[in-house]
């Protein structure tokens, strides 16, 4: 029995690295298929090859996993968020952040586009930039004419690390995986053209080496469109939220209309952001607004 990691997943074959380097395709057992359990690109697995046929016998438990795009064990997901051309919706970016939140996925922001900024607009930039660092969030915005140190701070921080991204159409994401890697860049412009071809075309995620990388090709990242837990453990995932609630007067306080809320309290002295408040405000509505549809498989690792 071998162990390796599932490195690319393609019309039911998962190719799978062991530690020297080497690659082998197997297929999964069929109690995978019914057991609902299948394997994911990043997952450890235990298997066995023979004569290039090899079968998954056993799946490692996982650290943490997404459903779209369907990766598992992610160190790090760099959020491409667009300061202009598209304009910065925090909406957008507290999404994100809340979905991640969610799956147990460590987040980094990077602003993009900061040359598009007059010095007015960099300056409220670097404040938004901010906010999000006193949460705790690992943020990157790249000083106009020196987009070279924000580069090579990224690079670090995908160090020995498997990495996904994500960003809506436009804000740069294509142009900054063309920076860390022409071939992925390439890569992933083939996928986009295949998918564009029609639904049913068969998705294919890759993990590349990237120097001492793993980032993940994927066609697509939309795990944020739609919430799969309930509006009760939403505040879970507002890491500033965590930090005033115990304070709450009421246990089980929504942080919407009850007396003394320690959230509402901090949000009116800016020791929490109200764009962010705002966001919270939206999300809850949206779920209690959206028909369950909870994902138990991937959030119970």
Request: proline share 5%.
């Amino acid at each position: 029995m071998k162990t390796g990691r599932i490195i690319r997943s393609l019309s039911g074959y998962y190719d799978i690295q062991t530690s020297d380097g080497t690659v082998e395709r197997t297929r999964a057992r069929g109690e995978f298929r019914k057991s609902g359990k299948k394997p994911l690109v990043g997952d450890f697995v235990d298997f066995e090859s023979e004569n290039d046929e090899g079968l998954i016998w056993k799946i490692h438990p996982r650290e943490n996993a997404l459903v779209r795009p369907p990766v598992a064990n992610i160190d790090v997901a760099v959020i491409v968020t667009a300061l202009k051309e598209p304009n910065f919706a925090p909406n957008l970016l507290d999404r994100q952040l809340v979905a991640l939140e969610a799956a147990n996925v460590t987040p980094l922001i990077y602003f993009s586009k900061s040359d598009l900024l007059s010095p007015a607009e960099f300056e409220q930039a670097m404040a938004v930039a901010e906010t999000y660092r006193k949460i705790g969030y690992t943020v990157i915005l790249p000083q106009p004419g020196a987009e070279d140190v924000a580069f090579a701070a990224l690079q670090q921080a995908l160090s020995h690390r498997v990495a996904v991204f994500m960003g809506q159409t436009g804000a740069g994401k294509s142009t900054l995986l063309n920076h860390l890697s022409p071939e992925l860049g390439l890569a992933t412009g083939e996928v986009s053209k295949a998918l564009s071809r029609g639904k049913h075309t068969t998705r294919q995620v890759t993990l590349i080496q990237v120097d001492d990388a793993l980032i993940a090709d994927t066609p697509g990242f939309s795990s944020y469109e739609v919430f799969d837990f309930p509006a009760d453990e939403l505040d879970n995932y507002f890491p500033e939220f965590v930090a005033y609630r115990q304070d709450c007067r009421f246990r089980g306080c929504r942080h919407l209309n009850e007396p003394g809320c320690a959230v509402k309290a901090a949000v009116s002295i800016g020791a929490i952001a109200e764009s962010r408040y705002n966001s919270y405000k939206a999300f809850y509505d949206l779920i209690k607004a959206q028909k369950p549809r909870y994902n138990t498989d991937n959030r119970n690792f």
